[in-house]
């Protein structure tokens, strides 16, 4: 199998459901191996955001990465729609904080992307597997993940509506049952709710033509194209979440009441499940691995395992904070915090792991760091977090190494950096 990206551009114009904010949507290819990428080019320096779900930062009836006015909102539709077309690297560039909501489901995405065409690129797309369940509870919503051999999704919904009432359904989904039995499927919503969600901000570019509005006991919004449309919906965002693993999912997952944050907090444990499973194999070091890179050891040891890395380029890694760190016992005791300089430095020890992977021979070489800008804390690091720590190189020469550090919590940014480095003889 190959890898896969657009032929050539496609793109998109219209409103988003929730800011009401007008957005000309654009797929355009990608190299191997860049993954699924957002481009806000309407903000100061063009940020681009991974579609993973180490940048999720808010899932609360839509899924948002990144965080500020830089953010992308409201991603499930598209990415649904590039996960049912099996596109592994796509740069999604757009002018406005969130895709724009169209007919209300992931058709119309799908329609521009067949269009624009598919291209092979080299190497094999990533897959995750599991090698034994993966079971969680977030609310009112409950997912069993079960090992397969591709994408399998039993989903059943409840709501106190005539026209919804209970529904489910089993789907094996490939391009074609994607393209046929989902991907038309739209969003929903109650008259009941309207002033709610539009207090809170939300629902701003909705109408009667972007989603299937009910009433009491009727639709104001037209024919259902699916008596149980409702349930495929819902089916069709879990695909769009389910991308956030940053790699095709081959899995059974059985989803009672499922929403966008507890399909986010599926996609975390299944990828905590996957990377155990990988032990130190490609893109992948346990603890074993990173002490015989690093020569730090207990207790300024402060990465525990890494995640992701693209040699030259960039990486993620991970700390798991404890009470049981020896820095608690005299940083603020009885309100422990992590001390911000501990959370930089092991930001530093996953950029070294970076550096220290391109040397032939890392056992004779040591980095260090040289200067520190832009440092900043945004929140406070307590017992009980996992910091995940992504640092991105922005220019290497020679034996010295610039990069830009950002480490997150629950995909809320802790701290940030710019840090420099150089790779010497020990």
């Not at 290497?396 to 629950?410: A, E, Q, T």
Request: proline share 5%.
């Amino acid at each position: 199998m190959s890898r896969k990206t657009v032929a050539r551009p496609a793109q998109l114009e219209g409103i988003g459901l929730h800011y009401g904010v007008n957005c000309k949507l654009t797929f355009l290819p990608a190299a191997s191996r860049e993954g699924i990428v957002f481009h806000r080019t309407d903000c100061k320096g063009a940020p681009r955001i991974r579609a993973h779900v180490t940048e999720v930062s808010g899932s609360d009836r839509h899924t948002r990465l990144g965080t500020g006015a830089e953010a992308v909102h409201t991603v499930e539709h598209v990415l649904a729609a590039v996960t049912g077309a099996e596109i592994d690297d796509l740069i999604i560039e757009m002018d406005g904080p969130e895709p724009p909501i169209l007919d209300g489901s992931a058709a119309p995405f799908l329609d521009a992307l067949i269009a624009a065409g598919l291209a092979l690129l080299e190497g094999e797309p990533e897959f995750l597997t599991l090698s034994e369940p993966v079971r969680i509870i977030d609310g009112a919503s409950v997912y069993e993940a079960y090992p397969a051999e591709s994408l399998e999704l039993d989903v059943t919904i409840e709501f106190p509506h005539p026209l919804i009432g209970k529904q489910s359904r089993r789907f094996s989904v490939t391009p074609a049952t994607f393209a046929s039995e989902l991907s038309r499927a739209r969003t929903f919503g109650f008259v009941s709710e309207v002033d709610a969600l539009r207090a809170k901000g939300l629902i701003k570019g909705a109408s009667l033509e972007n989603a299937v509005v009910l009433g009491d006991a009727d639709i104001l919004s037209g024919a259902l194209r699916w008596d149980d449309e409702f349930v495929r919906h819902k089916a069709m965002d879990c695909v769009g979440d389910l991308a956030l693993a940053g790699a095709r999912v081959k899995a059974r997952i059985v989803a009672v009441k499922p929403s966008h944050r507890g399909t986010v907090t599926l996609v975390r444990e299944m990828v905590k499940a996957a990377g155990k499973d990988k032990g130190g194999g490609r893109g992948m070091y346990t603890i074993e691995d990173i002490m015989k890179v690093l020569p730090h050891r207990y207790p300024f040891l402060l990465v525990d395992r890494i995640l992701e890395i693209e040699e030259n380029k960039r990486i993620v890694g991970l700390k798991n904070v404890t009470i049981n760190e020896p820095f608690f016992q005299g940083h603020f005791p009885g309100h422990p915090i992590m001390p911000g300089v501990l959370i930089i430095e092991a930001m530093a020890q996953v950029g070294g792991m970076l550096l220290m992977g391109s040397v032939g021979d890392p056992e004779s070489k040591v980095v260090y760091f040289m200067s520190l800008d832009n440092v900043k804390f945004r929140r406070p690091v307590k017992p009980g977090d996992q910091i995940i720590f992504e640092l991105v190189i922005v220019q290497l020469r020679g034996s010295v190494c610039k990069m830009r550090g950002v480490g997150k919590v629950d995909g809320e940014v802790v701290a940030e950096a710019d840090m420099a480095a150089m790779v010497r003889d020990r």
